[in-house]
């Protein structure tokens, strides 16, 4: 079955400096990728998505490119702050078994530490 | 409303208890999801509602869970028998559609820890 897998974490940056996540996933057909944040304390949000391939999502100085002939998803951003420390998820959308049900499959997470 | 809400955002519970967690979704969205996420663990899939109508059950674990959402907006799931391993948070979501283009938005969650 469809699957995402994500770099294991925690990964701990130093305030500035550059951010990769890698996400690599395994699906039938054309799913979307996706990836969510959740900051401590509060639910999952939808940070960035990208429908088909060579697609780039980009949301609050993160970016992630829709690679289909390396199935992957990286999420990078160029200068981290203190804020962004939070569990980063890769997910992509599968059709299910219902028509239209676009239910999502999750990577496992990926804890960002950043330090001022 | 504004968000997804769900109520209530803590619950314990003894094992063999029956919990009910509640969702209200956005205002209008017609599908509404369901999910599952256990320590250090990625949201597993549960059920999914187009409307008032279960539409993809396949992610319940077993025969002790049950959602329904009566009039589509509302949605409760229901967990008979609790066992310890159900302890985790359950996630809601909801979409305007159920096709991806439309995003989805989480709730907080309910943690259910069974003791």
Redesign the interface.
């Known amino acids: 079955g469809d699957s ?1 897998t994500q770099m294991e974490g925690p990964v701990t940056l130093s305030e500035e400096a550059f951010l990769t996540i890698n996400c690599t996933y395994t699906a039938t057909g054309y799913p ?1 990728l996706f990836w ?1 944040v959740q900051y401590p304390g ?5 940070l960035l ?1 990208a ?1 088909k391939a060579d697609d780039k999502g980009s949301n609050k100085g993160f970016e992630a490119t829709y690679r289909k002939e390396t199935t992957s998803f990286h999420l990078e951003k160029g200068s981290v702050q203190v804020s962004d420390s939070a569990v980063y ?1 890769c ?1 992509l ?1 599968d059709r ?3 028509g ?10 990926t804890s960002l530490a950043v330090n001022p | 409303g504004a968000g ?1 809400s769900q109520t209530p955002s803590n619950k314990v519970t003894e094992k063999g208890k029956y919990v009910e967690l509640r969702c209200d979704p956005i205002s209008g969205h017609t599908a509404l ?1 369901w ?1 599952r996420q256990s320590l ?6 549960l059920i ?1 509602f ?1 409307g008032t109508g279960a ?2 059950d ?2 319940l674990p077993n025969d002790r869970f049950f959602a329904v959402r009566p009039e589509g907006s509302v949605s409760t799931l229901k967990i008979q028998r609790t066992e310890r391993g159900d302890s985790a948070v359950y ?1 809601c ?1 909801s979409s305007p ?5 439309y ?2 938005t ?4 309910t943690r259910l820890t069974v003791v």
């Not at chain 1, 509060?42 to 939808?46: A, D, F, K, N």
């Not at chain 2, 559609?97 to 283009?101: A, P, Q």
Request: net charge neutral.
């Open positions: 995402v979307s969510y509060e639910g999952l949000q939808l998505k429908t998820f997910a959308s299910g078994n219902a239209n049900n676009r239910k999502l499959i999750w990577g496992l997470g | 997804v999801y999910y250090g663990q990625g949201p597993e899939f999914y187009q539409a993809d396949s992610g996630l979501a559609g159920g096709g991806t283009n995003g989805y989480f709730g907080s969650g």
